[in-house]
């Protein structure tokens, strides 16, 4: 069975930091594209950034210059470093990973969430 761990989220004013990781388990053949989402309430859930296997990331624009994805591939783990953090960034943020077990089975496996808020 594979999955993911997140960790990282809490209560942060805004113009604060937090980092976000999230680590995948089990028997994992390979990993591609790595995520965060996320979903405030009553809003449907939004790409944050998003890393694939071979390096390229894209960013929703409004995160764009404060938020920074990284990934470990030797640990099967991504990150999600958030700077500067307003108070419109406050949500669950999940994970998401696209992998593939040992035994050939792909996987669009998604985290538990993890809340973050941001004090205005």
């Known amino acids: 069975q594979v999955q993911l761990a997140e960790s990282g989220g809490g209560l942060v004013q805004a113009g604060g930091s937090l980092r976000l990781s999230c680590a995948a388990s089990?028997?994992?053949?390979?990993?591609?594209?790595m995520g965060w989402y996320r979903q405030a309430p009553g809003k449907e859930r939004e790409l944050v950034a998003r890393?694939?296997?071979?390096?390229?990331?894209n960013y929703a624009d409004s995160v764009k210059g404060r938020f920074t994805i990284s990934r470990d591939n030797a640990k099967n783990t991504v990150y999600l470093q958030m700077n500067s953090l307003k108070f419109e960034d406050t949500a669950v943020y999940y994970c998401?990973?696209?992998?593939?077990?040992?035994?050939?089975?792909?996987?669009?496996?998604w985290g538990q969430g993890t809340q973050v808020t941001v004090s205005s």
């Open positions: 998401n990973a696209n992998l593939m077990d040992r035994l050939g089975h792909f996987y669009d496996l």
């Open positions: 890393s694939t296997s071979s390096g390229p990331t």
């Open positions: 089990g028997s994992i053949f390979s990993i591609g594209a």
